[in-house]
């Protein structure tokens, strides 16, 4: 009996396991990039480069995944370069979250005026085409890893402030909120302990899904050369330097290429997962 | 019935007729524009702002005569000056070309030339425009309409070379006109005249019915930006772009196609990692550190691999047959880098911003790679990619921030080769300034004597040599494709001219 629940539990939830062993392979190699890895990320060997894998003719084990055009290896530069996309990631979904659960709470509680120009708020950072927004603020304010993050941020706020908002306007005339209220339980204390808590799930499936979001444009804003600077082996980057050798050297795009697609599709199954499990909406 | 059925053929013939001309192209072969793709946009077409060679020097080049101009070996050829002599040490006479006239209908003649050099000597020209301070000239004689003779205070060997700079445009247009139109909307007695130009795309030429010489084989001309090299060569394959300028060795083969071949001829511009005197490190004020970075750099090493051996490293910074024999490359030699950073108190190094822009494929590359080297010797990089605009404002007034991939003075001439270094100079972006150094230039340039000014030009480039203002790196590699139906020479100093364009 046990033996069957066991597998019922593993069929039901496969795919979000999926998706979690492999975030959770992502994250291990990118912690411990310095002994997993086998060379330096930016160690340059001249008279090794262009590479091919391991598997292809030419290459060798000492390359597994083979090298750019300057000698550097792709495997130890797609570990690095997980540091960097993942921590990205999770800067921005920490900002993301703080920033639009704060004003979606605020606008779904206090409503009328103020909900007005939240909202209007959100409605504007919709309306702005994100790539452009990003680029103008990354070139005049400098890239670099806190301006990513910060932009990254920027991108994804408004899903938390739009989720949060309308949990917050489906619980706050419930009667144990209006109890509070007559018992004088002071407003600050009211959104923390009554109706915060009630937007907790939707948060954090939104969080799972902004992550892969987060991961996908900051490789997109490296490969616009407007990312954190160059010499960082952002998958982003990698993608750019090997698009002009997409003829002779195809490992140099498709390497960081595969990397941030698994690790995106990784954090969409496990949003989709969360979001089966644990939204009180989505819940039977 | 016949007589119906007849014309229901010829009706549905006609119609297939149609059908096919539709489909085939309109352009006769010698009727399609040759597009140029360049790494950049033109810069302006005001004849007197002209500082860099392709594609904006040959855009000018096309529009604008000077009196004379240098062929691909260097050597001065007559264009509105037909002949020249030296009535004495200090007066040039220029007999010029009769008949001719601009592409507004304004005749040319001596007064014309001297209201352009008049014009040059003016702010906010005489920034780029150099045939005053660099030829000495004092004064522009009209001796008669079709004879002009140009007086300087020091007898100089360089007239001619800065009067291939010296464009003549139409008189009473630069005059009347706002120095912006003039600079978007140019009119001059070359072989095309302007079109249109759309900023950041391209620039549409076609040949002027006022021209002097020959008509150009190609009628139409579009000077295209395309920044990106491999957006360069998939319109190459795809027969959209006639010429490619700006190919990286690793993908010279991409331009051997059906439709196009890689030309690759050997480079003059001198490839190098300038040294920012003046910028955010001021370690790099001392000479010892500046030769320790060129010691710490394995630049054959360089050239073999990213460039596939396809240069040779600088020997001086005047270009071969000129340059000093005595002097030899630095040598890969990281031990006395080290000592020679120790000495100068820079043991353990310091950070250094390396820079680079687009205007040269594969700057990144070479940034990084150098900047691996100079990891050996206890420096810590940080690298920083500048838009192209941003880099040429930087690159004028010397305000870069540490080293920056740079290359000057495509062409054979060594005084012109060495004038560029000398203090606050245009083209001096390093803030490099050596008082002694610059009388040797100076002193050069005025010497008529060959061999006594040989012997001053040779010092001059020993001093530079050892101050180091650049990390010396190798002469870029002139590597072109061009649609098979062409036939052209490319010139080694990266001009490009359209008019000598044929087709096969």
Known sequence: ?284 | MIKGNWTRRLVLLAGLAMGVTALTPVYAQDAKPVVIASSEDIISLDPHMLDSNNPTGSAIWSIFDSLVRRDKDGQAQPRLATSWERVDDLTWRFHLREGVTFSNGEAFNAEAVKVNFARMDTAPFNSVQQLHDQTGLTAVNVVDDFTLDLVTAAPTVNMLYWLEEAFVAAPAYITDTAPDVVASAPIGSGPYKFVEWRRGDALVLTASDTYWGDAPAVKDIIFRAVPEMSSRLNELAAGTVDIVVGITPDAAAQANTDVSDVVQIEGLRKMHMGISIKGEQPALADPRVRQALNYAVDVPTIIDSLLGGSTKPLLSIVNPPNNNPDLTPYSYDPEKAKALMAEAGFADGFPLTIQWSTRFDGGKDVSEVVGSFLEAINIKPTYEAVEIGQFREALSSASLKGIYFQGWAALINPSVELVILTCGHVDNSSGYCNPDYDKLVIEASQTLDDAKRQELEYAAQAIIWNDAPWLYLWRLPNIFGISKTLSYEFRADNYLEPYLITYK
């Open chain 1, 1 to 284: 009996m046990r033996r069957s629940a066991t597998s019922v539990f593993l069929r039901r939830n496969a795919l979000g396991l999926l998706g979690l062993t492999i975030l959770v392979i992502v994250a291990l190699a990118a912690i411990f990039a310095p002994w997993v890895a086998p060379y330096g990320p930016a160690k340059i060997d001249l008279m090794a480069r262009l590479a091919p894998p391991a598997w292809i003719d030419g290459g060798s084990l000492k390359h597994l995944l083979g090298t750019d055009n300057l000698g550097r290896d792709i495997l130890s530069r797609v570990i690095y370069g997980a540091q960097i996309s993942l921590s990205v990631g999770a800067g921005a979904v920490v900002i993301g979250a703080l920033i639009g659960s704060f004003i979606g709470l605020l606008s779904g509680y206090f409503g009328g005026i103020v909900d007005a120009a939240l909202s209007f708020l959100v409605n504007v950072q919709l309306a702005f085409p994100f790539t452009l927004l990003a680029i103008f603020l990354l070139s005049t304010f400098g890239g670099g890893f806190t301006s990513v993050v910060v932009v990254v941020a920027l991108a994804t706020w408004v899903n938390y402030a739009r989720v949060v908002r309308g949990q917050v306007m489906s619980v706050k005339n419930q009667e144990y909120v209006e109890a509070a209220k007559s018992v004088g339980v002071p407003t600050d204390r009211i959104l923390r302990r009554y109706i915060l808590p009630n937007a907790f799930s939707s948060i954090i499936v939104v969080a799972s899904f902004s992550m892969a979001q987060a991961i996908l444009t900051e490789a997109a804003l490296s490969f616009l050369g407007v990312g954190i600077g160059s010499a960082t082996p952002s998958w982003g980057t990698m993608l750019n330097d090997g698009r002009s050798y997409l003829q002779n050297a195809w490992w140099m795009t498709a390497m960081p290429g595969v990397a941030t697609a698994l690790t995106v599709l990784a954090g969409n199954l496990c949003g989709d997962w969360l979001q089966d499990r644990i939204d009180p909406r989505l819940r039977k």
